[in-house]
């Protein structure tokens, strides 16, 4: 469903500028100082309202996590999480996925999470799906050597696609599941996922790893 657009939505997100990366290419190549600390990043690309990463950073404390999302109303809600939970390992980023290479630097990410994406089913449109090559090839950019991408969706044409395009990326795919929460019982949902294991929907899942040196 579409959000609807919040008055003033630019000078609310901006008003978050100890979350929010104002210039993210200002922070290019060098975001941990950005989070004043060397530890591991982590990226969600596509946070939505932010359950996911929220639930992830207060877990694991020790690591950074970026939130990247396009639309500024259901960032602001990510935001208003995020400070809310009071947490400083937490930063967002309100860009768009094609252009990720402009504000994420060479070989600086660990691990990327894609939570169901848009399938974008037509054929035309494989191009802006988050998993086509054009996409994995930026990725590969800005992963560490044997850096992982996990991928969830419910969309059993996105996944079967996604798969072959990680293996014509030269990535490893494990993990390879079509009914996740069967096997994984401390799995951490996003705000779809839950509302699909309400409705007994199956989740795909998997691991790519990159495991080739540059």
Not at 32 to 57: D, P, V
Not at 67 to 78: D, K, N, Q, S
Not at 98 to 112: A, L, P, Q, R, S
């Amino acid at each position: 469903m579409r959000q609807r657009r919040v008055k003033n939505e630019k000078e609310k997100v901006m008003s978050y500028s100890q979350i929010l990366a104002i210039k993210p290419e200002d922070h290019k190549g060098k975001w941990n100082q950005f989070f004043k600390n060397e530890n591991e990043i982590h990226i969600e690309i596509g946070c939505g309202k932010g359950r996911f990463i929220t639930s992830l950073a207060e877990m694991n404390p020790d690591t950074n996590y970026i939130a990247i999302e396009p639309i500024g109303t259901v960032l602001l809600r990510a935001l208003e999480k995020i400070e809310k939970s009071e947490l400083n390992n937490v930063k967002c980023a309100w860009r768009f996925a094609d252009v990720i290479c402009e504000y994420i630097g060479e070989n600086e990410i660990n691990k990327i999470y894609l939570n169901f994406s848009d399938p974008w089913p037509k054929i035309r449109h494989a191009k802006r799906r988050l998993t086509h090559k054009n996409f994995l090839e930026s990725y590969k950019r800005i992963l560490k050597p044997e850096g992982i991408i996990e991928f969830k969706t419910d969309n059993k044409d996105l996944f079967d696609f996604s798969l072959k395009e990680f293996e014509l990326c030269g990535f490893t795919v494990q993990d390879v599941t079509n009914d996740l929460h069967s096997i994984l019982m401390d799995n951490v949902m996003t705000e779809y996922e839950q509302k699909f294991s309400r409705r007994g929907m199956k989740i795909n899942y998997c691991k790519a790893t990159l495991e080739y040196e540059r």
